[in-house]
């Protein structure tokens, strides 16, 4: 924590974003029927931790970064889906943590992904995107209430994550027959061996849906992270500084 005075300016945005998260802890519950997903034990409570990082600061980059170009996903391809995990209580921690289940990334990413999911269509499948920019202070807030042994599944704030720069996306497949998520070898965000890229357990099935999905990234400029199949961060991603702002204040572009 930037054990730095908070200007009032500051302050005032700190409290709208806190009243924002803490609104999402409140409302944002999904039924017991929905799909099994990953959860952990926070280190400390998650109500705790967010003030905290609500209120640090990013890590000082110094060079010449690129524009940002943030894209809204669902602007550029309606058929590509979102399931944004961390707007509801169903991800690895249990708590919603963004006000708003929204998908954005930097226009050549975005571009890319669009290609990515016009090429999976000849497959039978669709994109279905679980995250993509992440605002650093989540990324500090995951880091914090993960156990030290499951660090090596988040990123360390000390140096960002390239969701930060808003060049990495965490997906899956659906079937475009009947809208179905796909079986995959672990769940997403599973801090397991099963969620490594070359796993060699599970259904000859699950394996080769989730090969699928990496061949097809793989030819847009994407990358798989090394211990997450459905995590792929884009090529220049270093172009990008490490950003903080809140998917409301994102100004919308075609």
Known sequence: MDA??????????????????????????????????FHIDPVRPVAELLPIALAATPPVEHGDFRASDLVELTTLDPGIRLDIRYATSRNFLGTPLYSEARAFLQRPAADALVRVQR?????????????????????????DATPVDKHAFVADPATGSRHNRGCAVDLTLYALADGDAVDMPSLY??????????????????RARRDLLRRRMEAEGFSVYATEWWHFDYRGWPAYAIQNVRFEDIATKP
């Open 119 to 143: 090429a999976l269509a000849r497959d039978g499948y669709g994109l279905l995107v679980h995250d993509a920019y992440r605002p650093w202070y989540v990324t500090r807030l995951f880091w």
């Open 189 to 206: 965000d599973e801090m397991s061996e099963r969620a490594y890229p070359g796993y060699a357990g599970g259904t000859a099935e699950q």
């Open 4 to 37: 730095r005075p908070i200007p009032p300016v500051a302050r005032r945005g700190l409290a709208f974003a806190l009243g924002a998260c803490v609104a999402a802890l409140v409302h944002a519950r999904e039924p017991a029927t929905a799909a099994p997903y």
